[in-house]
C-alpha cells in the first residue's frame, strides 16, 4: 500500500495482499457473495447522500444558494483588475484564488449553480477514493480498501465543512485534495510540492506543509512547495495588485475579512481567545506564543508519525495546526480533523471506537449537541472543533505502527451466546453480550447525542393543534367507556390539599431524569453487563415513544379547552393562544401518548426489582412509578391511558433486547480461579472473561485483583 512516494518511513509492516488469503471453497463464496452485497449497500449510501446534498444546493431559489459565490463576481460578471475584490469583506479567499478560479465562479452563476454542484461532488468523491485507496495505515486487504471508499465518502458528506461548502459555493475542499494528491497520488518531488505549493496559493495555511515535507527528509519537496507558493502569490500581485495590497498588508494576510473574529464560526485560537474577553496587546501576544508552541509540537508529532509510515496521519495533524494557529478558521476549512480519525487510539479493542466516534460527532453535529447547554460549559460547547483539533494535533496518545497493539488490541471478552426461548425468534448474530465495563467518554458521547436527536424530533412531532385536541377527545372518550376518567377528580382534589400539590408538583419536575440517570450511573459502575441490558432497553423504549408522538399527537389535558382542568405546574394557560407562550419553544406540547415520564419511571422499577438484592429495595423501587403516575394524573399532564403506552413501550423495549441479546438468565455467585499470570489491576478489571452464561443482567459476581464486580 503506499504510503506517499518519496516520504521516508521506519519500522513498517508488510502489508497483507487480499491475495494472499486462502479461503475454503464454499467458505470463500459466501465470503465473496458477502462482500459484494455490503459494497453495494455501502456504494448506494454514499450516492443516496451526495444526491441528497446536491439536492439540498439547487432546491434553494437562484438568489440564496451558493451566496459566496456573489463575492468572486464583479459588476455584469466582469473581472476586477483596478478594483478589489475585498472591498465589501466578504471575500475571505487569496487573490490568487479570485484570479484563478472567478471564471468557474462565474460559469457556475450562468448555469444557476449546478455546474458548481455538481464539480463539488466531483471533488468529494475524488477526495474519498484518495483517502481510502492510498492512505490508510495497517494490514489493509484490497477488500477493505474498496469498502473503505463508500464509507469515506458518507462520512465526507455528512461532514459539516464539506455541507458548508456546498450550501456557500466555497472551495476549501479543493487544498485538501491538492495536499492528499500531492502527498499519495504523483511520482516525484517536485510535482509534489507544486501541488502542495499551489494549495497554499488558495489557502495560505496549507504553506504549514513545507516544514513538514522538510522535517521528514523531502527537502526538495519542501523548497518546490515554498517556491510555487511565491510564484503564484507573485503572479496574483501582478495581476491584481490593489486586491493583493488588500488582502496582505490591510488586512493581514485576510485576518480581517468575512464574519467578526470573535464569532463562533472562527474556530482558531485566536477566534477562542477573543470569545473569552481577551483584546488588545496581550491577546495578540497570548496568540503568538500558543500558536507557536502549537506549530512546533504539532509538526514534530506529524514528521513523527510520517516518519512511521502513517502519513494520512501526518497530514490531517498538520492541518489540524493549520486550523489553531490560523488568524480565522472557518467551519468549511475544518475537513483536516476529520481525517485525523484515521489515527488508532487505545490498547484494547472495546476502545477503539472512542477517538473515530469524538471526530465523527465533531464533524457532523453542532456543539449544542454534545454538550448541554449551561453557562460553565459554553467556553467547551462554543470550541468543539478546535479543541478537537488542538487534541488531535498536540495530545491524543496515537498509537506507533511498531505497537504491538497497532493491529492487534487487547480482544473484548464476551458472554456465551443464549438462544432465544422460541426457537422460531432469530437471535442476532452479531448482537453479542459483552461483559466488560464499555467506555465512559463514549457512553457519556452516546447518552448526550441520542437525548439531544430525541429532542429535536420531538420537538419536531408537532402535528397541529386540531388533531392533538381531537385525539385528546378521543382519549377521553375511552377512558369514559372503560370508567377510568378520573383525571379530573383527582387533579381538583389534590389542588384543594396544597401539601398534597407542592408534593406532586416536586415530583413531576425533579426525579424524571434524576432517577434513571442515578440507576444507570450505580449500573455502570457495579453491573457493566446488567448496564448494557439496562440501558439498550431504555433507548428502545424511547426510540418507540417518538413514533407515538411523531403519528398521534395528543393534547394534555391541562391544554384541552372547556374541561376545566388545572395546571398545578406551569400555571394557567391561555388556551386561545396556539403557541401556549414560551413552553412551546422548549418542548412538545403535544408529546403525550406514550408517556415517557411513567415509561422511564416504570422502567426504572422493574430495573430496581430485577436487580436490587435486598426485598426492602425492590419495595421501594415501585413507589417511584406509583408516584409518578399519581403525579402525571394529578397535575394534568397526563391521561391515564398515556401511562398505559408508556408501559407499552417499556415492555416492547426489554423484548426487543431480548430477541437480540439473549434471554437474561440469574446464576448463582461465582468467583473465578486466580490468574496464574496476575496483570494490573486495571487489565485485570478489563479483561477478565465471566463465566459461562454470563452477559447482561446474569447477576454473575466477577471479582478480580483488588475490585469486585457485581
Not at 444 to 458: D, K, M, N, T
Not at 545 to 566: D, N, S
Amino acid at each position: 500500500m503506499p504510503q506517499g512516494r518519496g516520504f521516508r518511513t521506519e519500522g513498517r509492516r508488510g502489508v497483507v495482499n487480499a491475495e494472499h488469503s486462502v479461503h475454503g471453497g464454499v467458505a470463500a463464496g459466501t465470503a465473496g457473495t458477502g462482500f459484494g452485497t455490503a459494497r453495494i449497500v455501502l456504494w448506494l449510501l454514499a450516492a443516496v447522500l451526495a444526491v441528497r446534498q446536491a439536492a439540498v444546493v439547487l432546491r434553494q431559489p437562484p438568489g440564496e444558494r451558493l451566496t459566496d459565490l456573489e463575492t468572486w463576481i464583479g459588476d455584469n460578471g466582469v473581472l476586477h483588475v483596478t478594483g478589489s475584490l475585498y472591498d465589501t469583506g466578504r471575500f475571505t479567499g487569496t487573490p490568487f484564488a479570485g484570479l484563478a478560479l472567478k471564471p468557474l465562479a462565474r460559469s457556475a452563476e450562468q448555469s444557476l449553480g449546478v455546474a458548481w454542484t455538481l464539480g463539488t461532488l466531483l471533488l468529494v468523491v475524488a477526495l474519498g477514493l484518495v483517502v481510502a485507496r492510498r492512505a490508510l495505515p495497517g494490514e489493509l486487504t484490497r477488500r477493505t480498501g474498496l469498502l473503505a471508499a463508500p464509507v469515506a465518502i458518507s462520512l465526507l458528506m455528512l461532514s459539516l465543512p464539506v455541507r458548508n461548502s456546498f450550501s456557500l459555493g466555497q472551495t476549501s475542499i479543493i487544498p485538501v485534495l491538492l495536499v492528499l494528491l500531492g502527498c499519495f497520488a504523483v511520482r516525484g518531488e517536485r510535482a509534489s510540492g507544486v501541488l502542495i505549493g499551489l494549495g497554499a496559493a488558495l489557502q495560505p495555511a496549507v504553506l504549514l506543509f513545507t516544514p513538514l515535507l522538510w522535517l521528514t527528509g523531502r527537502k526538495k519537496a519542501a523548497l518546490t512547495s515554498a517556491g510555487s507558493f511565491a510564484a503564484l502569490t507573485a503572479l496574483a500581485w501582478a495581476a491584481m495588485p490593489n486586491d493583493s495590497w488588500a488582502y496582505w498588508v490591510h488586512h493581514v494576510a485576510g485576518a480581517g475579512l468575512g464574519e467578526r473574529a470573535d464569532s463562533l464560526a472562527n474556530q482558531s485560537l485566536h477566534g477562542a481567545l477573543l470569545r473569552l474577553g481577551l483584546e488588545g496587546p496581550l491577546e495578540v501576544v497570548l496568540v503568538i506564543v500558543l500558536a507557536a508552541a502549537v506549530t512546533v509540537l504539532g509538526l514534530r508529532r506529524a514528521a513523527h508519525y510520517a516518519r512511521d509510515g502513517q502519513l494520512l496521519l501526518a497530514v490531517a495533524l498538520t492541518g489540524c495546526v493549520a486550523i489553531a494557529v490560523s488568524p480565522t478558521a472557518w467551519q468549511h476549512q475544518l475537513l483536516w480533523v476529520l481525517l485525523a480519525l484515521v489515527g488508532r487510539v487505545g490498547t484494547r479493542a472495546g476502545d477503539r471506537l472512542v477517538w473515530p466516534a469524538v471526530v465523527v460527532l465533531v464533524m457532523t453535529l453542532p456543539g449544542r449537541m454534545m454538550l448541554p447547554n449551561m453557562a460553565v460549559l459554553a467556553p467547551l460547547r462554543e470550541n468543539v472543533p478546535l479543541i478537537a483539533a488542538l487534541a488531535a494535533a498536540c495530545a491524543v496518545p496515537f498509537l506507533t505502527r511498531a505497537s504491538p497493539y497497532f493491529d492487534r488490541p487487547v480482544p473484548t471478552e464476551y458472554a456465551r451466546a443464549e438462544p432465544a426461548r422460541w426457537s422460531r425468534v432469530p437471535l442476532v448474530p452479531f448482537w453479542k453480550r459483552l461483559v466488560s465495563r464499555p467506555n465512559l467518554l463514549l457512553e457519556l458521547l452516546a447518552i448526550r447525542v441520542g437525548y439531544s436527536v430525541y429532542s429535536h424530533i420531538r420537538l419536531a412531532a408537532t402535528g397541529g393543534r386540531e388533531a392533538a385536541e381531537e385525539h385528546g377527545r378521543q382519549i377521553h372518550g375511552v377512558e369514559r367507556a372503560l370508567g377510568i376518567d378520573i383525571e379530573h377528580w383527582v387533579n381538583h382534589a389534590v389542588v384543594d390539599i396544597k401539601w398534597a400539590e407542592s408534593f406532586f408538583n416536586f415530583y413531576y419536575t425533579s426525579f424524571h431524569f434524576v432517577v434513571p440517570l442515578t440507576i444507570l450511573g450505580v449500573l455502570y459502575v457495579r453491573r457493566p453487563a446488567d448496564y448494557r441490558w439496562a440501558r439498550t432497553s431504555l433507548a428502545f423504549a424511547t426510540v418507540l415513544a417518538l413514533v407515538g408522538f411523531w403519528f398521534y399527537p395528543l393534547a394534555p389535558p391541562r391544554l384541552m379547552p372547556g374541561m376545566g382542568f388545572i395546571d398545578t405546574v406551569h400555571g394557567p394557560q391561555d388556551l386561545t393562544n396556539p403557541d401556549y407562550g414560551a413552553l412551546t419553544a422548549l418542548t412538545n406540547q403535544y408529546a403525550a401518548m406514550p408517556s415517557l415520564h411513567f415509561g422511564w419511571s416504570l422502567w426504572c422499577g422493574v430495573v430496581i426489582v430485577v436487580l436490587a438484592p435486598r426485598m426492602w429495595m425492590k419495595l421501594l423501587g415501585l413507589l417511584h412509578p406509583l408516584f409518578t403516575v399519581c403525579a402525571i394524573v394529578a397535575t394534568a399532564n397526563h391521561w391515564v391511558l398515556d401511562a398505559v403506552g408508556g408501559a407499552a413501550v417499556v415492555g416492547a423495549g426489554f423484548a426487543l433486547t431480548y430477541l437480540l441479546a439473549g434471554p437474561r438468565r440469574l446464576l448463582p455467585r461465582a468467583v473465578p480461579k486466580a490468574d496464574p499470570f496476575p496483570r494490573s489491576r486495571e487489565a485485570a478489571d478489563d479483561a477478565t472473561p465471566a463465566p459461562d452464561g454470563a452477559g447482561p443482567g446474569s447477576g454473575v459476581t466477577v471479582r478480580t485483583a483488588g475490585a469486585a464486580r457485581e
